[in-house]
């Protein structure tokens, strides 16, 4: 099992920047690769952002590309997203993900086993 942690959401103004944190412990060696998922009122959960575990290769949904950037720190179990010129729709419930190796469609929630509880980003225009 595979628990992961997140921090780092709050109130920002358009155009501002936040970094949400996610710690995993438990049997991160499992974890092939970790991921940021939303969700916003009303709407389905959507990808954000995939990291490999090991190699640190990346991959954005379009709608962050350019604006969002993902990454990780090995020896501290954290994986990271790093937010600048935030939008109003970038308001949502921010999630951290692991999947195992072969598991699905990296942009596809039901890829990933394990799931954090979510933090809050709010932008306001």
């Known amino acids: 099992q595979v628990l992961l942690v997140e921090s780092g959401g709050g109130l920002v103004q358009t155009g501002g920047s936040l970094r949400l944190s996610c710690v995993a412990s438990g049997r991160i060696n499992s974890a092939y690769a970790l991921a940021w998922f939303r969700q916003a009122p009303g709407k389905e959960r959507e990808f954000v952002a995939d990291i490999n575990w090991t190699a640190g290769s990346t991959y954005y949904a379009a709608s962050v590309k350019g604006r969002f950037t993902i990454s990780r720190d090995s020896d501290k179990n954290t994986m990271y997203l790093q937010m600048d010129s935030l939008e109003p729709e970038d308001t949502a419930v921010y999630y951290c993900?692991?999947?195992?190796?072969?598991?699905?469609?990296?942009?596809?929630?039901?890829?990933?086993?394990?799931w954090g509880q979510g933090t809050q980003v709010t932008v306001s225009s």
């Open positions: 993900a692991s999947r195992a190796y072969g598991s699905g469609t990296i942009t596809s929630q039901h890829a990933y086993r394990y």
